[in-house]
Nanobody, 127 residues
Framework: VPLVESGGGLVQAGGSLRLSCASV????????MGWFRQAPGLEREFVAA????????FYADSVKGRFTVSRDNDKNMLYLQINNLKSEDTAVYFC?????????????????????WGQGTQVTVSS
């Protein structure tokens, strides 16, 4: 698994977290990448995506204005800054990268467009 997430934890509502995703063994600097989350009993859902150079970002409506996706290609790192956490943000958060044949100018937002997934990091928001 070439992706490893970290930074999750237990936080009070209104608090903040910064999730990180490290690519191990290969670079994803020429690919758009994304964040997804999965709450218990629910489908894995799109959270945010960022183009290969960081110039384009997409967000789910439920997180706009509170979440910020960014990347540092020199360090092979992807980040998700989460502010003003709500109880409904409780989930396992996954970073994802598309398959090798993906083109540089795509920024996938659908789960089916991604091939590589990390193991996830748990975010729990207490009210």
């Amino acid at each position: 698994v070439p992706l490893v997430e970290s930074g999750g934890g237990l936080v009070q509502a209104g608090g903040s977290l910064r999730l990180s995703c490290a690519s191990v063994g290969r670079t994803f600097s020429t690919y758009g990448m994304g964040w997804f989350r999965q709450a218990p009993g629910l489908e894995r859902e799109f959270v945010a995506a960022i183009s290969w150079n960081g110039g384009t970002t997409f967000y789910a409506d439920s997180v706009k204005g509170r979440f910020t996706v960014s990347r540092d290609n020199d360090k092979n790192m992807l980040y998700l800054q989460i502010n003003n956490l709500k109880s409904e943000d409780t989930a396992v958060y996954f970073c994802a990268a598309p398959p090798r044949h993906a083109t540089i100018d795509t920024t996938p937002v659908r789960k089916s467009e991604y091939h590589y997934w990390g193991q996830g990091t748990q975010v729990t928001v207490s009210s």
